[in-house]
């Protein structure tokens, strides 16, 4: 059996102090704690269908906007998944997921590929969660997939509540990890032609 697959990731700076822990290979298990509860509530619905363990204590300036903090732990738990993943051997690589929430649909797909990207559709103009805008998903999508040197396509296909929107996305993403960082017997090596990633 090899190795768990961990990292400990901190960030600094003068909006945020930031400290993550990940294993890829865990049950689920979390602690979050950002001081925005949305966002406690979607990364600790992430864990749970990712199945990685993780354990973020985040404090920001909340009360200028919640932008600093939502763009920071994305970067952080983006930095966390390339540190864990290495040189990405025996990994499947891609994955995907259909992901339905009521009345919403969305589609997430990701590569661990090393080149960033992020392709992003959603509604526009929709309502705030609470105090906590849904533009902020996109933040956090964008920061995720260039820390992780990931390509990740997001689109909510249809949808209207933006609780349900949301959700469905933190849901796909985390689905779509689950498969792309599995291990698979059948990889031998890296899986990519040019032999690194």
């Known amino acids: 059996m090899p190795e768990p697959r961990k990292s400990s990731q901190n960030r600094e700076t003068a909006e945020t102090k930031i400290s993550a822990e990940l294993n890829i290979d ?3 298990d979390s602690s979050i704690d950002t001081g925005i509860p949305f966002l406690d509530h979607m990364l600790t619905l992430f864990a749970r269908h990712s199945l990685c363990d993780l354990h973020i204590s985040a404090k920001g300036d909340i009360e200028v906007d919640y932008h600093h903090t939502v763009e ?12 864990a993943l290495g040189d990405k051997r025996g990994i499947s690589r891609y994955g995907w997921a259909l992901l339905p929430m009521d009345e919403t649909l ?3 797909a990701i590569d661990f590929g090393g080149r960033p990207f992020i392709a992003y559709r959603a509604p526009e103009k929709v309502d705030s969660i609470r105090e906590f805008s849904f533009s902020l998903v996109e933040e956090f999508l964008r920061a995720f997939a260039n820390n992780a040197a990931a390509n990740v396509h997001v689109e ?3 949808g209207r509540d933006a609780h349900h929107m949301a959700e469905s996305i933190f849901k796909g993403l985390a689905k779509a990890i689950d498969l792309a960082a599995r291990l698979d017997p059948r990889v031998t090596g890296v899986p990519s032609t040019k032999k690194t990633l």
């Open 26 to 28: 865990g049950s689920g």
């Open 72 to 83: 920071d732990v994305g970067i952080v738990l983006g930095s966390c998944f390339k540190e």
């Open 106 to 108: 969305s589609r997430v």
């Open 156 to 158: 909510v296909i249809y």
